[in-house]
């Protein structure tokens, strides 16, 4: 094959679909920002989803430049995704630490955490306690605040981590004076921006809360194993994972989340970009799956557990049949936007 005229992505259907959702993500955030300053009402409305739904492509662009599932070049991926950590606010830690992660995610097969953000609850004053609470039930995600605002922090709390300050001060200082801009320009704006941000949150931790049953552990160090107390093999892992659909008789309303809903798919082969999973879902597993929880039967328990959610010890079970996912109450904290 000549390397001159290969296309640089991965999959031969790869061009098309990534042109778009790229265009997408990368027009549609800086038009959001300008409805954002407009003075109309209803254009203010509309630059807030356009900005939440272009920070939502940009998130679960990171989740595909991890897998290195769009570009044939690494390097390309990782550029591409340090570029959209920046637009999501996740770029306080590094890419390839955001990329370290999500790996032990799949090859643990379990929720890695080295913050455990229900011990820290536990050993603060009562009061962090109840605003985390009141925050959480007025739709405010305060657990997925305190994650960023932890990757933040932590070079500051280890030592053996101060070699990243300089970076991080350099990140914090770059995107305050950004923030100081638009809010020069306009503070309705900033604030208009903020509401956007919580809604590509909302959108992310509502998708991430219901697709694991996995166990989750917090280990002290990256490299600290999970413990061997039980079988995590490929059958595990799918029986504990779900793929839960926006929507199952109109399959093209899973792109507007890029298809990560399909993560059954995902789990089954991680190298293949968003835009085949769904034929790979079809093909593994045909039109009716167990392990299909459509999004519709979840909205309830996402609002019903908001708060419940905060401290459970585990994440719930799933049964079987109509029905089946009313005791599944979903996890906090396990987003892939933040490396810790």
Request: one cysteine or more; charged letters at 20%.
């Amino acid at each position: 094959m000549n390397t001159r005229t290969a296309s640089p992505f991965r999959s031969p259907r790869g061009a098309l679909p990534n042109l778009i959702a790229l265009g997408w993500t990368l027009l549609g955030y800086p038009l959001g920002i300008a409805l954002l300053l407009a003075h109309a009402w209803w254009a203010n409305l509309a630059g807030v989803l356009i900005t939440a739904h272009a920070l939502v492509f940009a998130a679960y662009y990171i989740h595909e430049f991890a897998h290195h599932s769009i570009f044939r070049a690494p390097g390309a991926n990782q550029r591409w995704g340090v570029v959209m950590t920046w637009l999501t606010g996740a770029c306080y830690a590094t890419f390839d630490a955001l990329r370290r992660k999500h790996m032990r995610h799949h090859l643990d097969r379990a929720d890695v955490l080295t913050f455990d953000y229900k011990a820290f609850l536990e050993r603060s004053p009562r009061w962090v306690g109840h605003t985390v609470t009141a925050l959480e039930w007025a739709y405010v995600p305060a657990v997925e605040l305190i994650m960023h605002g932890y990757v933040m922090v932590l070079p500051f709390l280890r030592k053996e981590r101060a070699a990243e300050r300089p970076r991080l001060l350099a990140v914090i200082a770059t995107r305050a004076a950004l923030f100081g801009l638009l809010a020069w320009v306009s503070p309705t704006a900033l604030v208009l921006y903020a509401v956007a941000w919580i809604l590509m949150v909302h959108v992310l931790r509502f998708t991430d809360a219901y697709q694991h049953t996995f166990d989750a552990y917090a280990v002290l160090e990256d490299g600290a194993p999970v413990p061997a107390d039980k079988v995590r093999d490929r059958a595990y892992e799918q029986a504990n994972t779900y793929s839960n659909l926006v929507s199952v008789a109109h399959p093209w309303l899973n792109t507007l989340l890029l298809n990560f809903a399909y993560h059954n798919a995902h789990h089954e082969r991680p190298i293949v970009p968003w835009h085949d999973l769904p034929r790979l879902h079809r093909e593994l597993f045909g039109e009716q799956y167990e392990q299909v929880i459509p999004m519709a039967d979840l909205l309830r328990g996402y609002h019903r557990d908001r708060v419940k959610r905060i401290t459970s010890a585990d994440y719930g079970e799933v049964g079987s049949g109509p029905g089946k996912a009313e005791r599944f109450l979903g996890a906090y904290g396990v987003s892939f936007l933040t490396a810790v």
